[in-house]
């Protein structure tokens, strides 16, 4: 009995040591109050700031650039959560800022709040 409780925590070592490496991610910016973190699918990582800016670190990058950022096109000042809907996500395209992403992104938006909506109020409802 003693030597297989010996076994099971050398299983469980040897597990730990193959285990990869975390590594951080830096975000790249100033004033920088993260209030929400996410992924995709892909395994990018998206984190929302205070001051209306989302940031994004593709899989294994160390650095979350600034994706989106407010100006008076996009009239963003600040922002409450991101979540990353791969859906979404592909309607903005490589250029989230482009003009002839708006419907697409609109529809994929509308789409995604009506699938959560439910999650939403629950959660608001505490």
Known sequence: MRSSAMLA?????AGLAAA????????DGSRVYPESLTS??????YNGSNNGTIYRALKGA???????TPNPENGLRSLFGVFADDD???AFGP????????????????????????EVAEFLAG
């Open 9 to 13: 925590a050398l299983a469980a070592l």
């Open 20 to 27: 990869p490496a975390r590594a951080d991610v830096t975000i």
């Open 40 to 45: 995709d699918a892909a395994g990018n990582l």
């Open 62 to 68: 160390r650095t979350a650039e600034p994706w989106i």
């Open 88 to 90: 979404s996500l592909a």
């Open 95 to 118: 250029n989230p800022l482009d003009p002839a992403c708006r419907e697409p992104s609109a529809r994929a938006g509308r789409a995604q709040g009506r699938r959560i909506a439910e």
